[in-house]
């Protein structure tokens, strides 16, 4: 059965301090891995796709990147805007399966 | 400005009632999604269209149903089957099969509430 899990489900950071999400993944013929940055009461918005292992893309302080089997979403120096929650997707055909996601607190 | 707008954004439903959430895009996407969100849950597929008067059940279709007679509209009808339809709903599209159903559009999302 194809799964997506995310770790930590809850990340609180100060502002500057440096971390990685993570995204792991089991799904069968993978053609895609998908990020999301989902704010509160509103519909996820696209961050990323990779689509091979040690691709890596990035936009402004997040940078994400792909394993075989994982994926890290890694946000240098975070601001208090990057608070939100963090969605990992993978699929092998139409249907995509989500992370729980991991929401970040970044504080002042 | 190109996008997918749902509506209403809160829902309150008497028990036994059936209700529609509108699912409007103007992206000229051909797939559309619908999703369903509950707190520390997923985002769970309930059901899926590739192409006008075509779709498929997803993980949890029970309980929902939905039409697709033009490309930009995906309504979907919570039925009062649906044994705890309380939940925040997505809806999605994606532009051609290149890119495999990643890459969703997501819509504000409707928050429904049963009483």
């Known amino acids: 059965e194809d799964q997506v899990t995310q770790s930590p489900e809850a990340l609180r950071l100060q502002e500057g301090e440096s971390s990685s999400l993570n995204c792991s993944y089991t799904v069968s013929g993978l053609r895609g891995l998908f990020w999301y940055r989902q704010d509160p009461g509103k519909g996820p918005e696209f961050l990323f796709t990779?689509?091979?292992a040690g691709e890596e893309k990035e936009k402004e302080r997040l940078k994400a990147t792909l394993t075989k089997k994982e994926s890290f979403l890694h946000i240098t120096a975070p601001k208090p805007e990057d608070s939100a929650t963090y969605l990992c997707?993978?699929?092998?055909?139409?249907?995509?399966?989500f992370g729980k996601g991991t929401s970040l607190l970044v504080t002042p | 400005d190109g996008g997918i707008t749902q509506s209403p954004k809160y829902l309150f439903r008497k028990e036994g009632q059936n209700v529609t959430l509108s699912c409007e895009q103007n992206?000229?996407?051909?797939?559309m999604y619908w999703y369903r969100q509950d707190p520390g849950q997923g985002l769970r597929l309930i059901y899926y269209s590739q192409i006008v008067n075509d779709f498929q059940k997803g993980d949890i279709a029970e309980g929902y149903s939905v039409s697709r007679e033009k490309k930009e509209s995906f309504p979907l009808t919570v039925t009062s089957a649906q044994k705890n339809p309380t939940a925040f709903y997505l809806c999605?599209?994606?532009?051609?099969?290149?890119?495999?159903?990643?890459?969703?559009?997501f819509g504000e999302g409707s928050r429904l509430t049963v009483l």
């Open positions: 999605a599209s994606s532009g051609p099969s290149g890119t495999s159903g990643g890459e969703l559009f």
């Open positions: 992206l000229n996407h051909d797939a």
């Open positions: 997707a993978g699929g092998s055909g139409y249907a995509l399966n």
């Open positions: 990779l689509y091979s």
